[in-house]
Nanobody, 115 residues
């Protein structure tokens, strides 16, 4: 059974930083894509950033230059370093893992940015 467990969310002031972590337990294929999505109240879930098992990254335009995604393949963990946070970054952040024939989601972690 594959599980994704997120941590690192919280409340910070505008301009602050947070680092999210997502640890994957269980057996997974080595070739996969890990990423972070977010969903604010009343909005659809949207992609924030993705990273392949080879290290290629993709970012939403709204976070490019402020957020950095990274992963530790040995630990099956993906990170999201979030800097220069804005109130509009407030959302529940979800970890995602997908491959050719599978996809898993974490339970989500709340990130709240106060102005």
């Amino acid at each position: 059974q594959v599980q994704l467990v997120e941590s690192g969310g919280g409340l910070v002031q505008s301009g602050g930083s947070l680092r999210l972590s997502c640890a994957v337990s269980g057996s997974i294929f080595s070739i996969n894509v890990m990423g972070w999505y977010r969903q604010a109240p009343g909005n659809k879930r949207e992609l924030v950033a993705q990273i392949t098992s080879g290290g290629s990254t993709n970012y939403a335009a709204s976070v490019k230059g402020r957020f950095t995604i990274s992963r530790d393949n040995a630990k099956n963990t993906v990170y999201l370093q979030m800097n220069s946070l804005k109130p509009e970054d407030t959302a529940v952040y979800y970890c995602n893992l997908w491959g050719t024939s599978f996809e898993y989601w974490g339970q989500g972690t709340q990130v709240t940015i106060s102005s």
